[in-house]
């Protein structure tokens, strides 16, 4: 059974649509997140499944029971939001027993279920501070166990990592996947980070302007993105996205004589990720490279061809002097071609019948 599905869930105000027509399921003890910039609709999305927004349009399901009207406390949800919401004049321990106390649980089972999960989460010394006097961290454990206590099978995450600073981000990554597998829970992940997304999730729903744009596993958004727009999401730095004409042979990058792919290149874009791009000697698609980015393990090194700038991430310290000449290649099964126009994924790019 899916523990929660959307099937064709809206939510506007006047004409806008911040959702539109979305619909998905989410596996029981799976941990899948919704991936997408500001204002893409992905919090709203998440606040409409915790009954906080009314659904305009659509049915939200959740363990096989219609639940789109009914209010929050009937869902048997938990939820981790991105301000902690943590009560100042509490301390941890009450914190996280607040919601035990309002639904009424006796105070032995309350106490019980306090020492398991402030065990779990790295806070039993902690129990009798106030949040003033915690790190953002411990603050953030305090929100995670408020959530597991109510020993609810579903959480919902609205950014909770937003607020930590990239080394604690890190962390924090680690140990909310560690606790999701060891609980078995069911997680719904809402973030604008492409690099949480990647690391944590078992799938991603990638959303642009309220509609659901890929639905798949990391690899797949990585190794086969549907559009230029998931293919510029996801990645650090994006794929390079190259602007084709059409050639004697076959397609040629705008403002150079050798063809790249086999077919026309006009109406097209050639992606390929930095990571998948050799630079050679010869043998290849004529370059010049024309600057670097030192970042320790590696380099991005920007290459020209004709008109287009390409990125070609190289292991160490690779220094570019002048206009260095040399020449680019890139696997078959690591090079796509998208539509300029719709931005959709059309396949692989074949090389040219002279490259074959």
Known sequence: MHAIELDGVTKRWDMTAAVDDVSFAVEAGSFVVLLGPSGCGKSTMLRMIAGLEEVTAGRVRIDGR???????ARRRLSMVFQSY??????????????????????????????????????????????????????RQRVALARAIIAENRICLMDEPLSNL?????????????ELQQRLGMTVIYVTHDQTEAMSMADRIILLR??????????????????????????????????GLADGPDGAVIKGADQSVI??????????????????????????????FDYLGADTIVTARV????????????????????????????????????????IGYADPPAAAT
């Open 66 to 72: 219609d639940m789109t009207d009914e209010p929050p």
């Open 85 to 138: 919401a943590l009560f100042p004049h509490l301390n941890v321990g009450e914190n996280i027993v607040f919601g035990l106390k309002v639904r009424r649980v006796e105070r032995g089972e309350r106490d019980a279920r306090l020492g398991r999960v402030a065990e779990l989460v790295g806070l039993g010394e902690l129990l009798d501070r106030r949040p003033a006097q915690l790190s953002g961290g411990q």
């Open 165 to 177: 600073d990239a080394k604690l981000r890190h962390t924090m990554r680690v140990e909310i996947r």
């Open 209 to 242: 302007d309220g509609r659901i744009e890929q639905d798949g596993t990391p690899d797949d958004l990585y190794s086969t993105p549907a559009s230029t727009f998931v293919a510029s999401f996801i990645g650090a730095p994006p794929m390079n996205l190259i």
């Open 262 to 291: 086999k077919g026309e290149g006009a109406g097209r874009r050639l992606g390929i990720r930095p990571e998948h791009i050799e630079i050679t000697d010869s043998n290849g698609v004529p370059a010049s490279l024309v600057a």
């Open 306 to 345: 004709g008109e287009q700038d390409i990125l070609v991430r190289v292991p160490g310290h690779r220094k570019v002097g002048g206009a260095e000449a040399v020449s680019l290649t890139w696997p078959r099964e690591n090079a796509h071609i998208f539509d300029a126009t719709t931005g959709r994924r």
